[in-house]
């Protein structure tokens, strides 16, 4: 059964209790931002249970459209919508990093060492380095990166599953990864990426259908 966040299900409860409710009055009720509040109701609008209409607000709707959409949903796995991963090596050099990141118009690279996921680095990381002053033709980005433990998802795992971690942990994409054994150690490499494009596609391709 696919699990709702605790926060999907506290909009859930604000949303049956003050129906009519806008996104602003539930930001304010849950004491965050618009911004960060809108992928959860885009999430639960998608999956049918709740209903946005314009100039009014959100209702409940119940679980009559919820088990059409779940139906679909939990048939698709992340090996089935993942795109393919941007890595680069953690010696890799800041600026060779900053051009791999606009040139495959991502928000997020993974770093390897010796073939294992070691770290992410964001556009923010990167951003700070720059401003740092920090020669960036000559360190590393292992230097900069965000250290294990990273937030990862395996292929076969349901997308619902990736799109509550990306609210939950307010990260722009998931590395897909899978074990492998390495001088009788079980590591971890990275074999494909998971991001907010990749889960918005699908749910409109699914309300399409």
Do not use: H, W
């Amino acid at each position: 059964m696919i699990q709702l966040s605790k926060r999907q299900e506290k909009i859930i409860d604000i949303v049956k209790m003050k129906q009519p409710v806008t996104s602003e009055q539930i930001a304010c009720s849950l004491n965050i931002t618009r911004a960060a509040l809108r992928p959860d109701l885009s999430v639960l609008t998608m999956m049918g249970i709740l209903d946005a209409r314009p100039k009014v607000g959100y209702f409940y709707t119940g679980n009559a459209n919820q088990n059409i959409m779940l139906q679909k949903i939990s048939n698709i796995k992340i090996e089935d919508i993942m795109s393919l991963p941007i890595v680069v090596n953690d010696q890799t050099t800041l600026y060779d990093t900053i051009v791999t990141l606009f040139l495959e118009d991502v928000g997020t690279i993974y770093v390897n060492t010796n073939g294992s996921l070691s770290g992410v680095v964001s556009r923010k990381d990167l951003l700070k380095s720059i401003i740092g002053g920090s020669d960036i033709n000559k360190i590393p980005v292992g230097m900069v990166m965000t250290r294990k433990p990273i937030v990862t998802i395996r292929k076969n795992e349901n997308v619902i599953v990736a799109a509550n971690r990306i609210i939950e942990y307010e990260i722009d994409s998931l590395p897909v990864i899978e074990d492998f054994e390495d001088e009788g150690k079980i590591k971890q490499r990275v074999i494909g990426r998971i991001s907010k494009s990749n889960i918005t596609k699908l749910f409109v391709e699914l309300c399409k259908g």
